[in-house]
């Protein structure tokens, strides 16, 4: 008996992407949203160490 006629049959390779070549204007698209990413990620970094309301703490009604 043949061990490959039962199991698992392996997926076949998927073909390599070819790279894109961008023009000057795709560049610029993609520089932008990587500079907008980056300060996204920083403003909520800096967010978390101040806290849910930036510090400044709860505001307390004048009502007993």
Excluded: N, R, T
Aim: glycine share 10%; proline share 3%; hydrophobic share 25%.
């Amino acid at each position: 008996m043949s061990s490959k006629a039962g199991g698992k049959l392996k997926p076949l390779k998927q073909p390599k992407a070819d790279k894109k070549e961008y023009d000057e204007d795709d560049v610029a698209k993609l520089q932008k949203k990587k500079e907008e990413e980056k300060a996204l990620k920083e403003l909520k970094a800096k967010a978390a160490q101040k806290g849910a309301f930036g510090g400044s703490g709860l505001k307390k009604s004048g009502k007993k």
